[in-house]
């Protein structure tokens, strides 16, 4: 367990964390010298049973809130420490105020000096602290009168603590690692070192990690976890972790940095967010209104724009966009605080819903209705929500990552949820099983009609098809489900692929028996060892002693139903002879260097003569199979199906 402290300057926070731990948390010489905390002290406090409480003991002067906000992001429990002879003070209200931001819900109030206050001041005082919590997420939190001079109370409140690590809440170590830096030093014989406490997941002493935003990478050489040598620090750990690889340096990392694992780095400047504002705000929080955000360890200048009506007034919540100086690393649901540019009070703060903010028009009914989404408290719902909401497909990748979940948590929430997954290249999207099934349908229904008003046609165009079905899916997930929907597992495909063409499966454009009878004529001629020097329609006509247009008809109706391509005016080739010549032409540009070749390397592997090849390769231009520089030309892999030959 992780303990925080919080409270007035003088209160006796640093003294009480020395009386209950032996440590004492102040470390700099000028807390020594001026007898207050300026920056973050550590102490722990070792237990019967072989584990250790951390403390993290923060400044109460009001200048030091920033220092302060960067100790009480990853804490378990709040320890609030009032005096006895002061009372609730200015410092305690605030920081009162942002612990119940950051959604801190577990608390014990310390009443420090009762050595110096009788009976009757020390009631007034409890009264106080019990009015001050009423209403926050502390209320109720249990109140032990303390001294560290005589040691009045101190057995009591080491009781409450050691109870309350007992019955800690387990942090789920099934999340992706991500442990927030406080500090970064240079250890003599080791290197760098990075202290923080560990918000989720779990590290092991080889593991890589990296650096966020910054983007350095790393690998863990020793863990220290609650001050003491480990093999792995887990999450509501204190660790230091030994860092080393290139560029790792005390100055290239710094306080508000994340080491964290791989898969989650990816630094965003732009955050959606939910934010409540402080009852005692003298006004609203406005449009393109700067403050300082206190995320994490991190502190960055930002602005904010409210994504309602108007001004978010104090005392009330709403959704705003956070635009950031600089970015940072997070993940959606951390908490955040945000207080004015001249660091002198506390505003409000909120919880993060979306780290993908858009730019533009992001207050339109569909973002917001995202935003309703993303807002649910546990992330299963919130998926859930999600697909159901426009667009209608979400990145799977992404929204783990985003939510810093690993692949096997994913993986049960999808299932739990009985979601559609569709492989996209290397990631996967959900969809909703009743939306996946209306849009099948839908795809079915207009393919039919395609069909009775297009009897001659093979199909219909793979985009045509697309911009015409609700949802509007993007181009490479509409692919994906195409091919799903042909290729299905355990029944037999409804639509077929062919080429640039969706047809439905039983789908066929038939030929007159006289069309088919000239057809059967002419397809040996095009096929077999002149496949690729196939004569033309004039040569066939005169072979076959055959009009010309009517050869061209055969031509134009068999390439309705896919059989062949016109790859130059008369000059028809067969749809498995185009798809073999792409592959050789794809073998051509793998074994070259730079991926490119020269029209003579194809015509030689052709043996077809110079004039085909070109006209060949030109067809393949015009089509996006090949992009031509000069002389040179390399091959489009995102258009290799388009004439069947790639699956």
């Given amino acids: 367990m992780i303990v925080g402290t919080a409270g007035h300057i003088d209160h006796g926070k640093s003294s009480l964390v020395r009386a209950i731990t032996g440590v004492d948390p102040d470390r700099l010489k000028e807390e020594k010298a001026r007898g207050i905390t300026i920056d973050l002290g550590f102490a722990y406090w070792p237990q019967p049973d072989g584990s250790a409480i951390g403390f993290v003991d923060v400044p109460g002067h009001e200048r030091f809130v920033h220092t302060m906000l960067a100790g009480a992001t990853g804490i378990d429990l709040v320890l609030l420490v009032v005096a006895a002879d002061d009372g609730v003070m200015p410092q305690t209200r605030e920081h009162l105020a942002i612990m119940d931001l950051l959604g801190l819900r577990r608390g014990v109030v310390a009443l420090t000096k009762v050595d110096l206050v009788d009976a009757a001041r020390l009631a007034t005082v409890r009264a106080e602290v019990e009015a001050a919590l009423h209403g926050t997420a502390l209320a109720g939190s249990p109140i032990a009168p303390v001294s560290t001079v005589t040691g009045e109370g101190l057995p009591e409140l080491e009781a409450l ?3 309350e690590a007992n019955v800690t809440t387990l942090r789920r170590e099934a999340g992706l690692f991500r442990l927030l830096v406080d ?4 250890l003599s014989g080791a290197g760098t070192v990075v202290t923080g406490s560990v918000v989720a997941g779990s590290v092991a002493v080889g593991d890589e990690v990296v650096v966020s935003p910054s983007g350095l990478t790393a690998r863990v050489r ?4 609650q001050n003491r040598p480990a093999e792995r620090g887990r999450a509501g750990d204190r660790c230091a972790l030994n860092l080393a690889g290139p560029g790792v340096a005390k100055d290239a990392i710094r306080r ?16 959606d967010a939910e934010l409540r504002v402080l009852p005692t705000e003298p006004k609203g929080v406005g449009l393109w209104m700067p403050v300082w955000l206190h995320l994490g360890s991190a502190e960055v200048a930002a602005r904010v724009v409210p994504l309602g009506d108007g001004a978010i007034r104090p005392g009330q919540t709403g959704r705003v966009q956070l635009v950031l100086d600089s970015p940072i690393a997070a993940v959606a649901h951390d908490r955040f605080v945000i207080r004015d540019t001249s660091a002198t009070r506390t505003i409000g703060g909120g919880r993060v819903l979306d780290l993908r903010a858009p730019e533009r028009r992001r207050r339109t009914p569909e973002r917001l209705a995202q935003l309703d989404a993303l807002a649910h408290p546990r992330v299963e719902d919130a998926l859930a929500a999600l697909v159901r909401t426009a667009p209608f497909h979400v990145p799977l990748g992404a929204f783990a990552r985003d939510h810093g979940l690993a692949p096997t948590d994913l993986v049960r929430i999808a299932d739990a949820q009985a979601l559609i997954r569709v492989p996209v290249g290397d990631d996967a999207v959900a969809m909703d099983p009743a ?10 229904a207009a393919l039919a009609a395609w069909h009775e008003s297009n009897p001659d046609l093979v199909g219909v165009g793979l985009e045509r098809l697309r911009l015409q079905l609700e949802p509007r899916l993007p181009a490479p997930l509409f692919r994906a489900i195409l091919q799903a929907l042909a290729r299905p597992p355990a029944s037999a495909p409804e639509i077929a692929l062919q080429g640039a063409w969706v047809r439905l499966a039983g789908h066929e454009v038939r030929l007159s028996p006289e069309d088919e009878a000239l057809w059967a004529r002419i397809r040996p001629l095009i096929e077999g060892e002149e496949r690729f020097r196939p004569p033309r329609v004039r040569d066939i006509a005169s072979l076959l002693d055959v009009e010309e247009p009517r050869i061209r008809r055969t031509f134009k109706l068999t390439g309705r139903r896919g059989e062949v391509d016109e790859v130059a005016h008369d000059h028809f080739f067969l749809r498995s002879t185009v798809a073999e010549m792409i592959a050789i032409a794809t073998q051509l540009a793998a074994g070259a260097p730079k991926g490119e070749f020269t029209a003579a390397q194809f015509r030689d592997r052709l043996d077809n003569g110079r004039k085909v090849a070109i006209q060949i390769l030109e067809f393949f231009d015009r089509h996006g199979v090949t992009m031509r520089r000069g002389d040179l030309r390399r091959i489009n892999r995102h258009r290799l199906d388009l004439f069947g030959a790639a699956a």
């Fill in 161 to 163: 603590l050691a109870a």
């Fill in 183 to 186: 500090r970064c030093f240079t």
């Fill in 222 to 225: 020793f863990i220290h976890a």
């Fill in 256 to 271: 508000g940095d994340v080491v964290m694992d791989p898969r989650l780095h990816a630094p965003t400047q732009r955050l």
């Fill in 435 to 444: 939306i996946w099934l209306a849009l099948k349908q839908n795809m079915l």
